[in-house]
T-cell receptor, first 113, second 115 residues
Framework: KAGVTQTPRYLIKTRGQQVTLSCSPISGHRSVSWYQQTPGQGLQFLFEYFSETQRNKGNFPGRFSGRQFSNSRSEMNVSTLELGDSALYLC????????????FGPGTRLTVT | KNQVEQSPQSLIILEGKNCTLQ??????????LRWYKQDTGRGPVSLTIMTFSENTKSNGRYTATLDADTKQSSLHITASQLSDSASYIC??????????????FGQGTTLQVKP
């Protein structure tokens, strides 16, 4: 069974640009969550999608957005990039909501210059 | 304020030795507590999930304990191996918030196992 895949794995953008990251969950998983990980802040929850609907959102500005498609694949978008957006962006999928095991992808390393 | 604090921040041990990582939380209402292992450059991998009623849970050489009264958890690693070198993250979920609605992350403990 294939794991969670994220594309691209590495990305370099300049300030002011926008970026779209993609996440394909494990087959059969319907919940997808996104996280930002930085050395200073650690792992921080961005948002959770289930059945194409955003179910929960972390404390991030509106520049961060996402969506989920009918096949459970998800994308997140960051507009007007800032230097502080440089981070590892992780996607995690689980079969359902609730106390289900989460499986993380390898992440996308975004560098903003 | 909901918080998860881990200690120590970093740890170096010799291969074959045991170690214990600590996690204290102030999350309320509590739903579950998870320990993750994250290798450098990779996504976290779940080690254990414990609810309020579970005191101990093992996963191979990893044993997690939970004391819901004192709001403390520990992760004990037995007979450490070089492959245990990683960051260990404690994550607490608040009740009634679905899978991830109120996940509070600790800063992690970086473990280095030396030969």
């Amino acid at each position: 069974k294939a794991g969670v895949t994220q594309t691209p794995r590495y990305l370099i953008k300049t300030r002011g640009q926008q970026v779209t990251l993609s996440c394909s969950p494990i087959s059969g998983h319907r919940s997808v969550s996104w996280y930002q990980q930085t050395p200073g802040q650690g792992l921080q929850f961005l948002f959770e999608y289930f059945s194409e609907t955003q179910r929960n959102k972390g404390n991030f500005p509106g520049r961060f957005s996402g969506r989920q498609f009918s096949n459970s694949r998800s994308e997140m978008n960051v507009s007007t990039l800032e230097l502080g957006d440089s981070a590892l962006y992780l996607c995690a999928s689980s079969r359902d909501r609730g106390r289900h095991e989460q499986y993380f992808g390898p992440g996308t390393r975004l560098t903003v210059t | 304020k909901n918080q998860v604090e881990q200690s120590p921040q970093s740890l170096i041990i010799l291969e074959g030795k045991n170690c214990t990582l600590q996690c204290n939380y102030t999350v309320s209402p509590f739903s579950n507590l998870r320990w993750y292992k994250q290798d450098t450059g990779r996504g976290p991998v779940s080690l254990t999930i414990m609810t309020f009623s579970e005191n101990t849970k093992s996963n191979g050489r990893y044993t997690a304990t939970l004391d819901a009264d004192t709001k403390q958890s520990s992760l004990h690693i037995t007979a450490s191996q070089l492959s245990d070198s990683a960051s260990y993250i404690c994550v607490v979920s608040a009740q009634g918030s679905g899978n991830t609605g109120k996940l509070i992350f600790g800063q992690g403990t970086t473990l280095q196992v030396k030969p």
